[in-house]
């Protein structure tokens, strides 16, 4: 509506202009040597209009005139682009859709209309990458590599296709370029600090780690931490040589991390030998109330060299009375009172994990009963379930289960990656399966009554009376008859018979809860296929010792030990 209103008032103006210049009497005269030229006002109005008017117009198509070469070469260079910026385009789409060939020209297209694009650099590089040509990826990395606008982006993938080729050293070399040129690089921060781990280089990891706070890359919570775990790494490795730096260490890294377990483990020995015994207890304490661990149990009831079983074993129970109900508390009792001869107290530690005992459970409960009883077939029916029972936890980082804690993952590299818990693949899961454990269960609990011999003219069955433990078994079993020795079918018993199966692989079954119903059918299997027994005339009776540990436990785990009398 302004611009109408405005347009009217010029129109006006233009016209009230017109008027007087007409009104204007009298003449315009022109003269130059002997050539005069004589009009009116409004004549010499109109030819000057006329004559601005006309040059404006050729001003105006010389210099279209001059200016369309350097039109039709900005129009064809902006086509240029327009194509190369739909094949980049489509490109990228194409290596996110997993299409070689189609990324391929795509790239050759964004390589031909826009070749100082940086973009068409690294869709070259990637398209390279699906396809597997390293040697093409390295070239276009390389040309990035060269840009200042692309150079970090470039070093980056040369760091990605020395790891690739498993070249360590180039790759090693690649990121420490890039750190020095960038110090607030995450990915060269995070691959330089891998390295320097990785070849026991604490203080150079130190100096990365301290480049992380001063560039951003880290907060203060996270830089206190970290800190700790190298000074810890450093502190185990140096233990032997320098054991000053490894106390020093330590002892910083337990300030910063106090409920790092190595490092209250590896404090605490040094406390306990400059006889600040009560400082040691501390550290194992404020460790124990956030991580219960063994080593943190074994340090603690050692802080005293030289005390008796039974010392140890209240200090122990002291220990454990700050985060009871936690399954390395009983643990730690129970081996302690296990060492202490205090056997009817291991027991009742281990007492709420029997039902659904780990392995180390279970190897604790053999040792109880060969040493409290001298039970062996208690005993080794103990040591059958640690097989197949739950795993303890161990130190795991992104899959990885190593037997000792470790300041770096090796998968990942990533700082601080160990935690101490079960393993992914013992989780508990509602479809995972187990052996079945009834014969197991009633060799340690025992029959109630006496079961009937079988003869050549009866059945052969095999009778389990009720165990206290839940029963194993298959969720959609039918319950099984007697069978004869020739096929017969027979009838089915009041108790639970099952007959003595032909030759097959072993059965799986779940484990069913105290509240199932339905009679639990057994297999009668005496030992595993592939368990001789034991040799009662070599052996008298015992076990061998165990000396390393089963599978997924620690190193330092104390397996079965039996008691010698000689």
């Known amino acids: 509506m302004l611009r109408i209103i405005l347009f009217l008032v010029v129109i006006a103006l233009a016209a009230a202009g017109a008027a007087w210049v007409a009104e204007q009497p009298g003449e315009v005269v022109l003269s130059w040597n002997s050539w005069r030229a004589q009009m009116t006002l409004p004549v010499f109005v109109l030819a000057l209009g006329s004559t601005i008017v006309a040059i404006v117009l050729g001003w105006v198509i010389l210099t279209g005139l001059l200016g369309a070469p350097g039109r039709v070469r900005r129009s064809r260079r902006e086509r240029r682009n327009a194509r190369g910026r739909h094949a980049i385009t489509q490109g990228l789409l194409a290596v996110g859709h997993g299409d070689s060939a189609t990324a391929r020209g795509h790239a050759s297209a964004a390589r031909r209309h826009a070749p100082n694009d940086p973009l068409a650099l690294l869709l070259q590089a990637q398209s390279a990458q699906l396809e597997g040509d390293r040697d093409a990826a390295r070239r276009a990395f390389l040309a990035m590599a060269g840009r200042d606008d692309t150079k970090s982006l470039g070093m980056r993938g040369l760091f990605i296709e020395a790891q690739r080729a498993e070249d360590p050293y180039a790759a090693l070399a690649i990121a420490e370029e890039a750190l020095r040129m ?6 060269a921060s995070h691959a330089v600090l891998g390295f320097r781990c990785a070849r026991a280089d604490w203080s150079g990891a130190l100096d990365i780690l301290d480049n992380n706070l001063a560039s951003g890359l880290i907060d203060k919570k996270a830089y206190r931490r970290q800190r700790g775990v190298l000074l810890t790494a450093r502190a185990l490795d140096v233990a032997d040589s320098d054991e000053s730096l490894s106390r020093d260490s330590v002892l910083e890294a337990i300030k910063l991390a106090p409920t790092l377990v190595p490092a209250a483990v590896l404090a605490s020995k040094y406390m306990s030998e400059a006889r600040q015994v009560r400082r040691a207890m501390k550290i194992i304490e404020t460790a124990w109330l956030s991580h219960p661990h063994p080593d943190l149990a074994e340090a603690y009831a050692h802080v005293k060299p030289g005390d008796p079983a039974n010392v140890r074993l209240a200090r122990v129970e002291a220990l454990v009375a700050k985060n009871p109900g936690h399954l390395e508390s009983g643990l730690a009792v129970a081996r302690a009172a296990i060492e202490a001869g205090e056997f009817k107290r291991a027991r009742t530690a281990l007492e709420p994990f029997v039902d659904t005992p780990t392995q180390r459970v279970a190897m604790l409960m053999a040792e109880i009963e060969h040493g409290e009883r001298g039970d062996s077939s208690r005993a080794r029916a103990w040591t059958l379930r640690a097989v197949r029972a739950l795993h303890d936890p161990v130190w795991t980082a992104d899959g990885y289960v190593s037997d000792r804690w470790r300041p770096v993952s090796p998968v990942t590299g990533r700082l601080d990656a160990f935690q101490w818990q079960a393993p992914l693949a013992a989780l508990p899961s509602n479809k995972a399966i187990v052996l079945d454990d009834d014969f197991d269960d009633t060799m340690i609990t025992g029959p109630e009554e006496a079961r009937p011999a079988a003869t050549a003219e009866e059945p052969v069955t095999v009778t389990i009376e009720p165990v206290a433990e839940p029963a194993m078994v298959a969720p959609a079993e039918p319950a099984a008859a007697s069978v004869a020795p020739d096929g017969d079918a027979g009838t089915a018993t009041a108790a639970t018979a099952i007959p003595l199966p032909p030759p097959a692989p072993p059965i799986f079954h779940r484990r ?35 000396n390393s540990p089963p599978p997924g436990q620690p ?12």
Do not use: C, H, K, L
């Not at 960038?182 to 990915?187: E, G, T």
């Not at 069913?512 to 070599?538: C, H, K, L, T």
């Open 512 to 546: 069913q809860s105290p509240a199932s119903s339905g009679p639990p059918p057994v297999i009668p299997i005496v030992r595993a296929p592939d368990d001789p027994g034991i040799d009662e005339e070599a052996t008298g009776n015992e076990f061998t010792e165990r």
């Open 182 to 187: 960038a110090p607030n690089s995450s990915w």
């Open 555 to 566: 190193s330092g785990w104390r397996g079965y030990r039996p008691r010698r009398d000689n």
